[in-house]
C-alpha cells in the first residue's frame, strides 16, 4: 500500500509549486504591465506598486485613459469608481485578478463607508463621474459616510440620460436601496446640485424629508440667456482671473502644487474637450466606444440637461454654499434659490474663488461648513 500512495505524494508538491509559480509569475507581468501604464500615462520614470494614483497626480479625466488601456490590455472592463478601492497598483492587480466587477453597473458609489454618522449622497457635476468627491470626503472626516452618484453612461453600455428628471429618478432609487427611509443628507457641485434639488423633490412626493439639500456653486440656469460672442469672451477672461486669484491665496509651495495640478488637468482635458466636439457630430452616439468620446458625450448631455431643467418651489430649507465672485453671466438675482426654498435658505460663503471649490487647500474651507451644516440638520 506504501508503495502505491508513495507516488501520490511526490507528484503533489511539484503540482503545487508549479501552480504557485505561475500565479506569482502572472502578478507579475500583471503588476509590470500596470507600471507601464501609470507611467505612460501619469508621465513619471517609475511607480510603486503601493503609490496612491491620486498622489502621483492621477485625476478624473486621466482615469477615462487609464481604464480604457486597462480594458485594452487585459480585457476587463472596469468602472472610474474602482479607484476608490483600490487607488494602488497593488490592489489593481487584486481586482484584475478577480475579473471584478461582478455586480454589474450601479449609479451610487461607495466612497467612504465607515462611521456612524448618517450617509451624505453627493451627485456628479458635469463630468458624470464622482472622483472629483474624494478630496471633500477625506476632509470630511472618518466618521462621515459619504456615496457619489455617477452618470449613466460611463461604462460606454448605455447612452447618458438628457433629462434631470430621469437622472434624478435613477438616483433616488439608488439611494432608496442604501438608505430606505430619510431623513436623507445630499449634496451635488454645479450641476450636480441641480440634480441634487430634483432628487430632494422626488423624495419629498414619495413622503421622505430630506434634512439637508447642500448646492455646493450651484446656480439655476434655467434664468441664465444663453451667452453672447461677448459673454463667452469676458467668461473666459473670469475664468483666467479667478484661476489666478486662488492661485495668489497660496504659499510658495501651494502655488508650486496648484501650477503642476492645472497644467496636468488641461493636458488630460484636451482629449475630452475633442471628444466633445466630435460628439456634436456624432451621428450615432450609442456606436461610441473611445473613452473621450464617452466622456465628451456624458459632458454634453450634463450640460444640456442643467440648461433644459425649470425647478419648482421646494418646501424646505436650501442651503447655498457660494464662492466669493461669480461669473457676471451667472450672478444674477433669479439664478439663486432665495425664492424657490419655500423654508427659507442658509447661504455660506468659501473664501475660494469658482471652480477652487473641491481643489486642495481650498477643499478644507467647504468641509469645515458642510460637516457644520450635516451636524445642524442631525441635531434637528
Known amino acids: 500500500m506504501d508503495s502505491e500512495v508513495t507516488p501520490t505524494n ?31 500615462l501619469l508621465g513619471v520614470e517609475s511607480v ?3 503609490q496612491n494614483y491620486f498622489d502621483l497626480g492621477g485625476d478624473s479625466v486621466l482615469a477615462v485613459h487609464l481604464f480604457a488601456e486597462i480594458e485594452k490590455v487585459f480585457k476587463v472592463k472596469l468602472p472610474l469608481a474602482t479607484l476608490f478601492e483600490a487607488p494602488t497598483i497593488r490592489e489593481l492587480v487584486g481586482i484584475l485578478r478577480s475579473e471584478a466587477p461582478s455586480n454589474g453597473w450601479s449609479p451610487l458609489v461607495t466612497i467612504r463607508d465607515s462611521g456612524s454618522r448618517p450617509p451624505f449622497f453627493c451627485v456628479h457635476g458635469a463630468g458624470g463621474n464622482v472622483l472629483i468627491y474624494r478630496e471633500l470626503s477625506e476632509n470630511l472626516g472618518s466618521d462621515q459616510p459619504f456615496y457619489g452618484l455617477q452618470s449613466q453612461g460611463l461604462d460606454g453600455a448605455y447612452p447618458p440620460l438628457t433629462r434631470i428628471e430621469d437622472m434624478a429618478a435613477l438616483y433616488v432609487k439608488a439611494i432608496r436601496r ?6 436623507y443628507l445630499i449634496g451635488g457641485y454645479c450641476g450636480g446640485g441641480l440634480i441634487a434639488f430634483e432628487v430632494a423633490q422626488q423624495l419629498q412626493s414619495e413622503g421622505e424629508e430630506t434634512a439637508l439639500l447642500a448646492l455646493l456653486d450651484t446656480m439655476n440656469f434655467s434664468h441664465i440667456p444663453p451667452l453672447s460672442i461677448w459673454s463667452r469672451a469676458y467668461y473666459s477672461w473670469e475664468r483666467v482671473w479667478f484661476h489666478a486669484a486662488n492661485f495668489m491665496r497660496l504659499d510658495f509651495k501651494g502655488k508650486v502644487s496648484f501650477f503642476r495640478e492645472k497644467i496636468q488637468v488641461l493636458k488630460n482635458r484636451l482629449p475630452v ?24 458625450n456624458i459632458w454634453l448631455a450634463n450640460d444640456l440637461a442643467c440648461q433644459r431643467y425649470v425647478p419648482k418651489p421646494f418646501p424646505g430649507v436650501v442651503t447655498d454654499f457660494r464662492p466669493l465672485k461669480q461669473y457676471r453671466a451667472f450672478d444674477k438675482p433669479d439664478a439663486k434659490w432665495d425664492r424657490l426654498a419655500l423654508q427659507g435658505q442658509t447661504v455660506v460663503v468659501l473664501p475660494v474663488y469658482p471652480a477652487g471649490m473641491l481643489l486642495e487647500p481650498f477643499v478644507k474651507h467647504l468641509a469645515v461648513a458642510l460637516r457644520k451644516a450635516i451636524d445642524g440638520a442631525i441635531r434637528e
Open 10 to 40: 511526490v507528484m503533489a508538491e511539484p503540482v503545487t509549486e508549479l501552480a504557485a509559480a505561475t500565479t506569482s509569475n502572472v502578478q507579475n507581468a500583471t503588476t509590470r504591465e500596470l507600471a507601464r501604464i501609470w507611467q505612460q
Open 48 to 50: 510603486g506598486v503601493d
Open 178 to 183: 442604501r438608505q430606505p427611509h430619510g431623513p
Open 273 to 296: 474637450w475633442w471628444g466633445m466636439l466630435l460628439g456634436k457630430f456624432e451621428k450615432n452616439p450609442r456606436a461610441t466606444t473611445s473613452g473621450s468620446r464617452v466622456l465628451g
